[in-house]
């Protein structure tokens, strides 16, 4: 998917929302690393480890897939990612309902909604939750999409909120100020057309 404009029809660089491939990888980790970094008080390996070896995670691993937006250009740089996986939630620190609930094979889990600040309030990570849920369901055959988010991060919470979403539990407070939400999968559809 090629994009020029934002939902509101403001103008912006030229982009592509794809399927990561192998040569976006570098560019993938060096933006989750500055989103990390930036907004989230840096790498935790028990949540991040992932990002360590993508390939491994995202491109090999069945059911998985990681999308990035791409900026056009001679220098092209990647400034948003999203991945989608299967859901396998811990319980603790999850509770156990949550993870019976949605450690099941229908269910995926989504990661990784990423946008670098510069990139910010043009629709990206909009476009790449739709594209992102329509592979989960179409292609990987899943039939819910789940994520949880840390609504401590500026800006998160407000954005899942506006979001076709569905609040499953409010952990606050906890250390990690989680929310936890359920995809209205056909109202997500509808954004992506």
């Known amino acids: 998917m090629t994009a020029t404009t934002t939902g509101d029809g403001r103008a912006m660089a030229a982009m592509e929302i794809r399927l990561a491939r192998a040569e976006d990888l570098g560019g993938a980790a060096a933006c989750m690393r500055e989103v990390l970094d930036r907004d989230m008080g840096g790498y935790r390996e028990r949540w991040h480890r992932d990002i360590d070896d993508l390939a491994a995670t995202y491109l090999e691993a069945e059911r998985a897939a990681l999308f990035v937006a ?17 859901c396998h939630l811990a319980s603790p620190p999850n509770p156990g309902w949550l993870a019976e609930r949605y450690n099941v094979p229908g269910a995926s889990q989504l990661v990784r909604v990423w946008v670098r600040a510069q990139a910010r309030r043009r629709g990206i990570a909009r476009m790449l939750v739709a594209q992102a849920c329509s592979w989960a369901t179409q292609v990987a055959g899943y039939e819910t999409v789940y994520l949880h988010t840390d609504a401590g991060v500026p800006g998160a919470e407000a954005f899942w909120r506006s979001m076709p979403t569905v609040e499953v539990l409010d952990e606050r407070p906890d250390p990690d100020n989680t929310v936890h939400f359920e995809i209205d999968l056909p109202k997500i559809g ?4």
Do not use: C, I, K, Y
């Open 190 to 193: 509808a954004l992506g057309r």
């Open 70 to 86: 791409v900026e056009a250009g001679d220098e092209a740089r990647v400034l948003a990612t999203t991945a989608v996986r299967p």
